[in-house]
């Protein structure tokens, strides 16, 4: 495998709509605790060149400045404790038998075409430029603080082919497994949100890139860039947003344009862990030509304490809507229950929302646990 190269470009002001951002939420994936912050800055500006994890490049102490909104004190936590549920009630998890699930083998493709199967939750395996990406790999059946997955892993371990690179959103149990990880060789590139580097690298992974939003690396014939989300981070009791979080755009070669303009290229975007913001359509202005949008649509309920870090089903079409994107398949539901909607709503709310905003019933890869789709030439 060749070593990754890496293309930074320096970014205009701030956007005048982080100000005028939504209320507080939280995601269930860990407590974050109470935190005062910073009004958001809205985009950052990289340095010249992105570094390698443990070549030299120092991040801030903190993204809290990244936040969308605060993250929830007492009086959130003191409602949640009366009114919050965390699963669904016996009646939404009826449908636990119905969730689909149909693994199957994953397809023959070639650097031409591009091919998505859906592991399960946010995991994914992306066929592109010839190389093989795992997104947000969780192959584990129970992860900290969470009970254990509903649905088994839609693609066996042992069917993958050689795995060529990972990219990592953000640092959440359900989206960042070591256990997972460990199955792979420490020489496989990592590519990860800033700050997140040296989890990596003490654990023995050798090839880590961290990238700021709006960077780029590139490997072999694809690039990855890393942008925003509307979310945070935290993994443990004293590291609440330090490491960022984000989404990755992956196209394979065919975009000669620097701006990152889609050229002949083919385009994934895989959202990672969000809510609905303005980031959307700023991505969607950076990255024209998106073939296909990998939404979250699941752990949305109770909508007041989740709304800022989960897209529910409508704003997730909407979200696609935004970036432009051609088509789009849902994730982060139907595998782990982080959240009170019955298990089955987000997919009937997510066709019913697509076919409101009078989109081909085509275009929405309402994939089965297991399932894959193939982008053609």
């Known amino acids: 495998m060749t070593q990754p190269q890496f293309r930074s470009r320096r970014l205009p002001g701030p956007d005048a709509e982080a100000a005028s951002a939504p209320g507080p939420g939280r995601a269930q994936e860990g407590s974050p605790g109470r935190l005062r912050t910073a009004p958001p800055r809205a985009e950052p500006v990289p340095p ?19 936040l969308t909104a605060p993250l929830p004190g007492l009086r959130s936590f003191a409602r949640f404790a009366r009114e919050g549920a965390v699963r669904p009630g016996r009646e939404g998890l009826a449908d636990v038998p119905r969730i689909p699930y149909r693994p199957e083998p994953l397809p023959a493709v070639d650097a031409r075409q591009v091919a998505v199967s859906w592991a399960g939750h946010a995991s994914w395996v992306i066929r592109i430029g010839g190389l093989t990406v795992l997104a947000d790999p969780v192959w584990s059946r129970r992860i900290l603080g969470t009970p254990a997955r509903v649905t088994p892993v839609g693609v066996p371990w042992d069917a993958l082919p050689p795995v060529d690179a990972v990219v990592i959103s953000h640092n959440h149990y359900d989206h960042l497994d070591l256990p997972t990880l460990r199955r792979l060789p420490a020489d496989t590139p990592m590519f990860v949100p800033g700050g997140l580097g040296r989890w990596f690298s003490r654990r ?10 709006w960077e780029s690396a590139r490997l072999k014939g694809v690039r990855l860039d890393f942008v925003p989300a509307h979310h945070w981070s935290k993994r443990t009791l004293t590291d609440t947003c330090r490491s960022l979080w984000g989404g990755w755009m992956l196209t394979a070669d065919g975009d000669a344009d620097d701006g990152g ?18 980031w959307f359509r700023r991505i969607g202005e950076r990255y024209p030509g ?3 949008a990998l939404m979250p649509i699941g752990a949305y309920d109770p909508r007041w304490w989740l709304r800022d870090v989960h ?3 409508e704003e997730a079409v909407r979200a696609t809507l935004d970036v432009g994107a051609r088509r789009m398949a849902p994730m982060h539901w139907g595998t782990f229950l982080l959240s009170s909607e019955p298990v089955m709503e987000p997919l009937h709310r997510v066709r019913d929302a697509w076919a409101a905003a009078g989109r081909a019933r085509e275009d929405l890869w309402d994939l089965p646990v297991g399932g894959s789709r193939i982008l053609g030439d």
């Open 290 to 292: 998106i073939d296909l």
């Open 261 to 278: 303009g889609a050229g002949d290229g083919r385009r994934v975007y895989f959202a990672g862990d969000t809510g609905y913001g303005h």
């Open 48 to 66: 010249a060149e992105p570094l390698a994890s443990g070549r030299g490049r120092r991040w801030p102490r903190s993204f809290e400045d990244r």
């Open 311 to 313: 897209c529910d089903p």
């Open 204 to 213: 023995g992974f050798r090839r880590v890139t961290e990238l700021d939003w």
